[in-house]
């Protein structure tokens, strides 16, 4: 077991700190970066079923923390589950902070493709493998979807359903060139190459909230990249509060807000190359 910050990331990238502790040593060619904050025993259940399917096996988890404070992410328990790392976010930013430094960090130990999946036990992680072999298929993004040929969606609120089917994703789709079925997800794979091109640059300040997400889903097609959906699961408790960190409006309009930037064109690198 190691801890401390990593001197081999790229001094260009725009990151916030963050601490690494490793649990164990690189042994696959993609990454699965997991964000969470005090998801407790959400994502305790959603890495024990990582375990028991051999996913962990298969692919190196890590696990991206923005400060969580309920004793969930016990070292311990990770390594017992065949976690391989735990990076704790110290910076400022939420979600799309949380991201630059999990997938900057996964970058700089060779990983060739990185697989993202929320930590709240909603998706069915038997479908990681799918986006392994979308990776090795030569994708350089993979989308989630619950809403294509088989996909499942169960329990989702009807106000959430129209949201995503009739505001965002055809949005996204119009900005991205490319019809995508079910935007909101993080669930997703992205290529080493398509992260690395200098006409994607994600690892910006810019991106602190929900923004990466939003841009990296139109960058890709933008960029004439191969892109493509999995189906995949997503299932919300039936008599239980959604799982989500956006609650309220200002969340909404939030979303709403980086929707229509991402539509802009506004995340674009501003260069020549762009």
Known sequence: MMTGTDASLNPEWQLPGFQTTLLGDKTSKYAIIIPVINEGGRIQSQLRKMKQQGICDAIDTVIVDGGSTDGSLALDFLEQEGVRALLVKTGPGKLSAQLRCGYAWALSEGYEGIITIDGNDKDGVDAIPKFMDALDKGYAYAQASRFINGGRSKNIPWLRYCAIRFVHAPLQSLAARHWFTDTTQGFRAYSREFLLDQKTQPFRDIF???????????????????????????????QEPVPTKIRGLAPLFDL???????????????????
Not at 208 to 235: D, F, H, M, N
Not at 260 to 273: D, Q, T
């Open 208 to 238: 602190k909230k929900y923004e990466l997400l939003a841009y990296l889903t139109v960058r890709a097609s933008q960029l004439g990249y191969a892109v493509t959906e999995i189906p995949t699961s997503r299932v919300y408790p039936a």
């Open 256 to 274: 709403l807000l980086v929707l229509f930037k991402a539509l802009l064109g506004s995340y674009n690198p501003k260069s020549r190359s762009s």
